[in-house]
């Protein structure tokens, strides 16, 4: 049978065949990479030269309009019920058990020390040098060691692709100057992205000023999140649930 007569091998086959469980020749050439297992590979080439992006996400300002959630899903076309971002809302409970909403938004967190990447058995997740988090649908098998591997639960297997999917900080509009759907949506200027290594940027100068306020979600990770928080309240830090749903009541 002549190369061009062989029938295409399915994504399926090709993962047990990558996995040791038949045999034959894999149809996608993985990259060598100098990394031992779990550890991180090299980070690839794309985006803005020497740029780190970073998001801040000033709770303080944030509605919880769910302006952003609509935004990226017309912007993104995720499956109707999945979300790259979402905005949970919490109900807190004061010493006095007074109680009060705050709005969560929620997406990757594009980590400098990501735990999706070393897992991915056909290299498909990947970090960008400029610290963007991506996924090659054409390479993902669906696996979903990534989904699990995430902390944060930001990541999803796509219902109509059967592939990795999640935020990518809108890298295709950052790459021709554009803000991300949902930082140009909120209404509140809660959300600010921008180049963490220009001391003049925006996002610098914001990390700069509320240096003591700053928060990260579940820092004991050790992924190092680039999504920061101001005006997290301390229990958050740890203990906030999942990302099962767009809304979510829970007390402290």
Known sequence: M???AEPKKGKRRFLKELLGLSAGATIIPIQPVQAAMNSQPPRRSGGKDGARYGMVVDLRKCIGCQACTVSCSIENAPPIGQFRTTVLQYEVLD???QAAMLSLPR???HCDNPPCVPVCPVQ?????????????????VGCAYCVQACPYDARFINHETQTADKCTFCEHRLEVGLLPACVESC???ARV??????E???ISQLLKEHKEEIRVLKPGMNTSPHVF?????DEFVDGVDGQASVRLTHQF
């Not at 963007?132 to 054409?138: A, I, K, R, T």
């Not at 928080?229 to 309240?233: A, D, K, N, S």
């Open 2 to 4: 002549t190369p061009s």
């Open 95 to 97: 010493e006095q058990q």
């Open 200 to 202: 003049t940027s925006t």
């Open 124 to 140: 498909a997740t990947f970090q960008r040098e400029d610290g963007v988090v991506l996924v090659d649908n054409e390479r993902c």
């Open 193 to 198: 992205i921008g180049d963490m290594n220009d």
């Open 229 to 233: 928080y101001i005006g997290l309240p």
């Open 187 to 189: 209404v509140g200027g």
């Open 107 to 109: 997406l990757c967190n």
